[in-house]
């Protein structure tokens, strides 16, 4: 038995498609070469040296006691991360999911879970030493605590989680939205009190999604950059070694090998993840709950609960206004009256930030409709298409998601600082807007596929089919119909595009030249001397910029996005 | 409507899948030959997972075949993608794009092919007349009840006026009723206009209303082609005959030739049958015979007892047993006959014509 005649035959109607064939080969060169390569030319690195193969450099960054520290830190940190937002995040989706609450109580869990979007990597780090720092508001001056420091293991663990949890809320509210009201039922039918059907119902049907959570955290807390670097100290993580390597150490070939170490370990846990976890997932939740839950009223479980959430929430969001009141403040920690917007007139005008929010705004501008375009482009080829090289496109997209950014900007410093594979060959886009743009891409590009994904799998495969048996080929296809009706998903990756550009700094910090300004840099750099204010300064009118962004995209949604009838009826 | 009728020949069709839990290759369509004649109706017809509707994506161009050569007309298209195709397609879910309504719905095709908008515009309306949809071509599709958008479907496929119209079981979406005015439907504007159709549905009695010639698909072959009649009082096995309509199974040995009939010695009861080309005698041959085309009697024929004797309106519904074999009858207009109840012993009668040796 041969398949080789319908091999042929696919082929050959591919090949009819010229349209379809360009934007492959455009896809996988460009998949190769800015997120293959620059992995690929970091294994190379830490493997050869001077003389051909060796481990040399390995031996050389593993005998570090900095480095080996580095590792540890990281882990520790992830580890508890990973459990405390999973653990905070199962309380919110609990509680959200499972008791009636108030509506004011509803909307506190919809800020919450906003924030985090719109806000950049490092706001709560600011926010975190100014209210609990040496000269934390809350420490000094309430508790009168004056040798308070926030700095190092517990302070990245405290920001990381406050930072991720909505993530693992998101997750878990919807797979406790897919259990089965009425499995619960039967449990409390049969005799079980509610905290034992909580243990021996939902829980371990909740497990896997729960360790998938766990582990995406974990994935997030080991790759952040941001807060181990504002609020780190002396505490460094895997991100930061590898950061302070190059800009410190400027050992290039050192922190290659350092950044291949984290990367393994990342790939590992995604692969847990996404091969694993996923899947068992998707099989013990699957299907949809066949009717509405009752909601738990009884006051002695719904008060303590709604407290606690509440208290919770609240706390989150004071971290999150500490940012825009700290940049009115005259001097924080020192004077807060009269509250002044010198600190606004300063970002202005004493440090460029004109050119800081021009660069950022349109460098992020330019990146947020290729990145959105890309993205669709890649879902709709893996959900409708069959295609040789499908499998490559999918697996490439998918891997950058666990690409930590400063291993990709170090991929980047080594892959075309001296250009492709040393050779010179696009050199000239090393230190230009274009590899920024191009970062920007890499970087947001998964987020955007996924939800591509998710968002086509919805649509019935045989609607395009019917396009395209009407006469319609695979360009106009996508125009007229996958386009149109994966529209809102679209815009929504348009803003995420750029709103993850605008407030990204991992791998970009590694990569900027001081022709440009870019905004997260500048905070970083504020940040780091200890001048609060104007990073909050900065920080609040970049909060306002992507606020402002979200908001435009929900009203464009609102009046030019696919209407719910039309959902409602797909 | 003027168009050139398209045959569709497939000469040695195979396609060959992977099964995605053992990963072994396996044949989903085999080994397919037809011709089907321009302007004809033809159902592929058999359960599901046995090549009918690989078979139609075949024709459509979604799939490619691993052997043979797919003609429309007198072209070869296999290597031709979808579009490039003078078929259209009526899905089973429908398929029409929700982001349209109506009219560019029907329209997108001849869109499409630049046809001059005037053009676009009679044709379309006149073709929403043929399918009973006019005034309805500026609703959204989500405003049209599920028979409304089968009706959509089928426009927009006919409007483009393609050489073959293909059917992917476009009623099972649909309520009983809606289902049986529907297929009328289909049948009167495919005669009126002309065009050849191919139909894919696992449901006997829709072929049976729809089709000039019934194709039977079992396991990737076919199983047997023909006239609904044909099937129905000819098939050619057990299979085709469990399939198209209920069948009773008599196996017999036969014991010699009486005037034109053979004589089987069923249950230990001889009795006649039209025989066929080629039968000898003491080979054990199978009698197919269909539950109306028996009766109880007093005496005479194969000797039964009552098992189940159930009234069902229209018919008294029998089951009895011949021996150790199970048939099943339907005895139609029960009101003045009279009515065996369970246990009774009796027997069988039929007309010799009736039965069908395999």
């Not at chain 1, 998949?31 to 050869?48: E, G, Q």
């Not at chain 2, 989903?28 to 011709?35: F, G, I, N, Q, R």
């Not at chain 2, 483009?160 to 079981?169: A, H, K, R, S, Y």
Request: aromatic content about 10%; charged content about 20%.
């Amino acid at each position: 038995m041969a398949r080789s005649q319908s091999a042929a035959l696919d082929r050959k109607k591919l090949m009819a498609d010229p349209v379809m064939v360009g934007t492959i080969v455009v896809l996988i060169t460009f998949l190769t070469l800015f997120i293959l390569y620059p992995l690929a030319i970091l294994l190379v690195d830490s493997f050869y040296g001077d003389g051909g193969p060796t481990f040399d450099i390995f031996r050389r960054v593993l005998d570090m006691p900095t480095f080996r520290r580095a590792i540890t830190n990281t882990l520790k940190v992830g580890f508890l991360v990973g459990i405390l937002s999973a653990a905070v995040g199962l309380l919110f989706a609990y509680v959200e999911v499972y008791v009636k609450v108030g509506r004011a109580v509803g909307g506190l869990f919809k800020v919450v879970s906003m924030l985090p979007v719109v806000s950049p990597p490092f706001v709560l780090s600011l926010s975190m030493i100014m209210l609990f720092g040496k000269a934390g508001l809350i420490t000094r001056f309430l508790l009168h605590i004056y040798d308070n420091s926030v700095y190092g293991f517990w302070g990245i663990v405290i920001v990381q989680t406050l930072t991720f949890f909505p993530v693992c809320y998101m997750m878990l509210k919807g797979l406790l939205k897919n259990i089965d009201p009425s499995l619960e039922e039967a449990a409390r039918d049969m005799g079980a009190g509610r905290m034992r059907v909580f243990t021996s119902v939902t829980l371990p049907l909740l497990l896997p999604g729960l360790g998938n959570a766990f582990l995406v955290t974990f994935i997030e807390s080991i790759a952040d950059f941001a807060n181990p670097m504002i609020i780190g100290g002396s505490y460094d993580t895997l991100a930061t070694t590898i950061y302070l390597q190059i800009t410190g150490a400027y050992d290039k070939q050192g922190a290659a090998a350092m950044a291949v170490v984290l990367l393994t370990i990342t790939l590992l846990m995604f692969a847990v993840q996404k091969y694993y976890l996923e899947a068992k997932t998707a099989a013990t939740l699957t299907g949809k709950a066949s009717r509405g839950r009752m909601l738990i009223e009884d006051k002695s479980v719904t008060r303590p609960l709604t407290a606690l959430c509440s208290l919770a929430a609240a706390f989150v969001i004071i971290m999150y206004l500490c940012v825009p009141i700290g940049a009115l403040f005259p001097t924080w920690g020192y004077k807060f009256t009269p509250l002044t917007f010198k600190w606004f007139q300063q970002v202005f005008t004493r440090y460029k930030g004109f050119k800081a929010f021009r660069d950022s705004f349109v460098l992020s501008l330019i990146s947020a409709p290729i990145t959105a375009l890309l993205s669709m482009i890649i879902s709709y080829l893996v959900v409708k298409r069959k295609f040789k090289g499908k499998g490559f496109i999918e697996a490439v997209s998918m891997l950058a998601m666990a690409v930590p950014g400063t291993v990709l900007g170090v991929g980047y410093i080594r892959g075309f600082s001296g250009g492709v594979f040393h050779t010179g060959f696009l050199q000239g886009i090393y230190g230009s807007a274009a590899i920024l743009i191009i970062v920007f891409v890499v970087r947001s590009l998964p987020t955007g596929t996924r939800s591509g994904i998710s968002a086509l799998r919805q649509i019935d495969k045989s609607i395009e089919e019917s396009a395209y048996d009407m006469g319609a080929d695979s360009f106009k296809v996508f125009m007229t119909v996958t386009l149109p009706l994966i529209k809102d998903s679209f815009l929504s990756g348009l803003v995420t595009a750029f709103v993850r550009s605008i407030t990204a700094i991992s791998a970009i910090i590694l990569l900027v030249t001081p022709q440009f300004l870019l905004i997260t840099v500048q905070i970083n750099e504020f940040a780091e001397k200890g001048s609060y204010s104007i990073a909050c300064a900065f920080a609040t009118i970049l909060i306002l910029i992507t606020y402002g962004a979200v908001l435009l995209m929900n009203l464009f949604i609102r009046f030019f996005g696919t209407s719910r009838q039309i959902k409602e009826d797909m | 409507m003027s168009k050139i009728k398209k045959g569709v020949k497939l000469d040695h069709i195979s396609k060959i899948y992977q099964d995605p839990k053992t990963g072994k290759d396996f044949y989903a369509v085999k080994d397919v030959s037809l011709d089907i004649e321009p302007g004809s109706f033809v159902t592929l017809l058999g359960p599901s997972g046995c090549g009918k509707t690989t078979t139609l994506r075949m024709i459509a161009g979604f799939e490619s075949p691993d052997e043979g050569e797919i003609y429309l007309g007198e072209e070869a298209i296999n290597a031709l993608t979808p579009n490039k195709r003078d078929t259209a397609m009526v899905f089973q879910s429908y398929a029409l794009l929700p982001h349209y309504n109506v009219f560019d719905n029907v329209a997108y095709g001849l869109k499409l092919r630049k046809v001059p908008k005037d053009e676009i515009r009679e044709r379309v309306m006149r073709i929403l007349d043929l399918v009973e949809l006019s005034g309805m071509e500026g609703r959204m599709t989500n405003q049209l009840s599920g028979g409304q958008q089968q009706r959509v479907a089928l426009a927009r496929a006919l409007v483009i006026e393609p050489g073959v119209l293909l059917f992917d079981e476009p009623l099972s979406n649909l309520d009983a009723k809606l289902r049986v005015s529907m297929r009328t439907e289909i049948r009167r504007i495919q005669q009126e206009v002309g065009i050849t159709a191919i139909y894919v549905t696992h449901d006997q009695s829709e072929a049976m209303a729809l089709s000039d010639n019934i194709i039977i698909m079992n396991q990737g072959v076919i199983a047997q082609m023909g006239s609904p009649r044909e099937v129905y009082y000819q098939p050619n096995s057990e299979f085709v005959a469990d399939f198209i309509g209920e069948a009773n199974f008599l196996k017999g040995v036969m014991t010699g030739m009486e005037g034109d009939h053979a004589i089987l010695e069923i249950e230990g009861s001889k009795t006649p049958v039209q025989p066929k080309e080629g039968m000898t005698v003491g080979e054990t041959y199978t009698a197919v015979l269909r539950p109306e085309s028996a009766a109880l009697a007093d005496t005479g024929g194969l000797p039964c007892k009552v098992v189940l004797s159930c009234f069902m309106g229209s018919y008294q519904n029998y089951h009895v047993m011949v021996g150790d074999t199970l048939v099943k009858l339907t005895d139609y207009n029960p009101k003045n006959k009279r009515i065996y109840d369970v246990g009774e012993t009796c027997s069988l009668v039929f007309d010799p014509a009736y039965v069908h040796i395999l």
